[in-house]
Nanobody, 123 residues
């Protein structure tokens, strides 16, 4: 049984940095590409970043490119989202996801999801 558990969210000030983590249990994370999505009330899940199974090749949404970094440590079965220069518009529930083999920008392509973790950046 694959399970994803996020940690590290919270309230931070605009301009600050925060790293959120997602640990996978039940299978090796090396079998899966990983993605981060975010959601605000009343809207669908928005793609943030994804990384290949090996962790070598990341892709980012334009809204976070240059500020966020996705990294994957297969030895620790964990994927991270390092967020710098946070803005109020980054406030959302952040979800990690795993997809067998290949990355995707589409939430519907992912097979496994974490429960979500809130990041709040007050204006």
């Amino acid at each position: 049984q694959v399970q994803l558990v996020e940690s590290g969210g919270g309230l931070v000030q605009a301009g600050d940095s925060l790293t959120i983590s997602c640990a996978l249990s039940g299978r090796p994370f090396s079998n899966y590409a990983a993605g981060w999505f975010r959601q605000v009330p009343g809207k669908g899940r928005e793609f943030v970043a994804t990384v290949t199974r090996s962790g070598e090749t990341p892709y980012y949404a334009d809204s976070v490119k240059g500020r966020f970094t996705i990294s994957k440590d297969n030895a620790k079965n964990t994927v991270y989202l390092h967020m710098n220069r946070l803005k109020p518009e980054d406030t959302a529930d952040y979800f990690c996801a795993a997809r067998t083999f290949f990355t995707s920008f589409e939430a519907n392509d992912y097979e496994y999801w974490g429960q979500g973790i809130r990041v709040t950046v007050p204006s």
